[in-house]
């Protein structure tokens, strides 16, 4: 499975890069919005740090415009995925862009029947929103296990990217059930990592290293 990060900030992806655990980044124009950058520079420097697909998304939402914009998107560096929302037109941009050679995000996608018409256009990846649906009380992770089901019982070769991730739960559950690629806020993926039975044992080994009074 595969880690991408899902902000735009370049303090976070610089930090997660060096981690060596970030596979690549997801953007919506909500988090472009939070950095007040200029656009382009912003999303130029995003693709040079991150070494795999970073999603950049149209905000057209008509077929002709969200072609247009996806094609200048993609043009920015070879590691774009252009993200376009599930709607009737997006559909129709996934199957034109796909034609084109261009890789497609479908993004905001919340029904098994959503996730089967933007397979069957060709998308490269789905982005069901686990986190939203949750919010109103519907349990997101089952959406992620149908698709994840309904594309291996039909063969699909496009991706589940599980987004809408608020917490380590959610990336362990989405793990389970087979995302390829799981996107989440740094500050999960720093929870992640954590664990207090680490910190009280490292305190322990330290102490004890300490009484010892050697050197490695
Ligand atoms: O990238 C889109 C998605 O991950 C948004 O998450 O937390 O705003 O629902 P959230």
Do not use: G, M, T, Y
């Given at each position: 499975m595969k880690i991408f990060l899902d902000t735009a900030s370049v303090s976070e992806l610089k930090e997660g890069v060096a981690l060596g655990v970030v596979d690549g980044v997801t953007t919506n124009p909500s988090l472009i919005a939070k950095?007040?950058?200029?656009?382009r520079p912003l999303v130029e420097e995003i693709c040079a740090i991150v070494p795999g697909d970073v999603s950049l998304e149209v905000v057209a939402t008509d077929f002709e415009g969200m072609v247009k914009e996806g094609a200048e998107l993609a043009?920015?560096?070879?590691n774009v995925v252009v993200k376009c929302p599930l709607t009737k037109d997006g559909i129709r941009a996934v199957r034109f862009l796909t034609g084109k050679g261009i890789r497609v995000n479908q993004t905001l996608c919340f029904s098994a029947t959503q996730a089967l018409l933007s397979a069957k256009a060709g998308a490269y990846y789905i982005s069901p929103f686990l986190g939203r649906l949750d919010d109103i009380a519907h349990v997101g992770m089952d959406l992620v296990r149908d698709i994840c089901e309904i594309y291996r019982v039909q063969g699909f070769t496009t991706q589940v990217l599980a987004a809408s991730i608020r917490n380590p739960l959610h990336v362990v559950d989405a793990a389970k059930a087979g995302a390829h690629v799981v996107t989440m806020p740094f500050a999960v993926l720093e929870q992640l990592m954590k664990h207090p039975l680490t910190d009280l044992g490292l305190k322990k080994f330290l102490d004890d290293w300490a009484k010892l009074g050697a050197k490695i």
């Open positions: 950095e007040k950058r200029p656009f043009q920015i560096a070879p």
